[in-house]
Every structure is written in structure tokens, then in C-alpha cells.
């Protein structure tokens, strides 16, 4: 088991910083490529939701993010106290966006589910967000840990 837990202010340039940290947790684990773009891709859209929408960029709020890889489970949690959801089945419809700008496309939420083996969202008005991830790597090699 290797855990790591981590407040960050609510700065999007903080979200290159986790893609970073993410790619050099799961160098040693001899996965392939591909995973290791899907779960950058995971707590990169993640980190940026709770710091876009939940903390609305405000560097005093943070957000926490917890990553655990137990064999080959990891286990990620992306949680910010921020405004929370009003409708969660319409957040996660593809290509719904509250943000009316052309980078927001909406599909955050479907990516990252996509990537995911499992994927739960719990939210509150005004209390915050909290999402919790499951995928199984495959490709892992016992011998090099
Ligand atoms: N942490 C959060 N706090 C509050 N609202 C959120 C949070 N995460 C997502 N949302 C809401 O859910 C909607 C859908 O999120 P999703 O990530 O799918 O799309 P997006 O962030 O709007 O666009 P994209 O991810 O494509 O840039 C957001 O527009 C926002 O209203
Ligand atoms: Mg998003």
C-alpha cells in the first residue's frame, strides 16, 4: 500500500503540478502508457472542477485530493468544500457545462467515468464535492516495486 494525501490552494496552475506528481507515483509500477494518461487524465479534470466550479479559483479555499494503490487498485479522491451541485444527474450528462465558454466543453465528468472502473460523485449545496475513483491497472508488474 502507498497513500498520499494533499491540500492545494484553488490555483488551476496547481493542476500541472498533480499531472506531474501523478506520472512520477506510477512510473515504477511498469504500467503502460496509456494508463498512465487516463488516470493523469482523471485527477487532472477532477482537480480542475473542484478548483474551477467548487472554489470558484480562490487561492485561500483548498482542495484535497487522496491517492492510495493498493497491488493494482488505485483508489483516488478529489474533494473540495466549495459551492457543491444542484442537480448531479445533469452534471454528469455529457456535454453539460454551468460555464458558457467554448473550453468548457462538459465532458469532464464523462471522461473521467470512462477511465474509471468506478466512479461516485457526492455532493451538497453550499458544503461541497467529493468524488471517488476506483480503476484496477493492468500491465503491473509485481517484480519491479
Ligand atoms: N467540484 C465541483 N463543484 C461544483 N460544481 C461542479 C464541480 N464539478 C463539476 N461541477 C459542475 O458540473 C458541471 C459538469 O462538469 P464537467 O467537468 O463534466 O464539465 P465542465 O467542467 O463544465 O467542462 P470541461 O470539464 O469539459 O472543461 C460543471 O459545469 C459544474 O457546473
Ligand atoms: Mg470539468
Redesign the pocket.
Known amino acids: 500500500m502507498n497513500k498520499f494525501e494533499l491540500k492545494f490552494s484553488a490555483m488551476i496552475e496547481n493542476e500541472a503540478v498533480l499531472r506531474v506528481l501523478v506520472s512520477s507515483f506510477l512510473a515504477p509500477l511498469g504500467i503502460s502508457d496509456e494508463e498512465i494518461m487516463e488516470v493523469k487524465t482523471i485527477v487532472s479534470?477532477g482537480v480542475?472542477?473542484?478548483i474551477?466550479?467548487?472554489l470558484e479559483n480562490d487561492p485561500n479555499r483548498m482542495v484535497e485530493v487522496r491517492i492510495e494503490l493498493d497491488d493494482e487498485e488505485l483508489y483516488i479522491m478529489i474533494k473540495?468544500d466549495?459551492?457543491?451541485?444542484e442537480d448531479l444527474e445533469l452534471?454528469?450528462t455529457p456535454m453539460?457545462?454551468?460555464?458558457k465558454i467554448e473550453?468548457?466543453?462538459?465532458?469532464?465528468?464523462?471522461i473521467m467515468s470512462t477511465f474509471s472502473d468506478e466512479f461516485d460523485v457526492k455532493?451538497a449545496v453550499n458544503h461541497?464535492?467529493e468524488i471517488h475513483i476506483r480503476k484496477y491497472l493492468h500491465h503491473y508488474d509485481n517484480d519491479i516495486v
Open positions: 479534470e480542475s472542477n473542484a474551477i466550479h467548487g473540495d466549495g459551492k457543491g451541485i452534471a454528469l453539460f457545462s454551468t460555464l473550453e468548457h466543453t462538459g465532458m469532464g465528468f464523462t455532493s461541497g464535492t
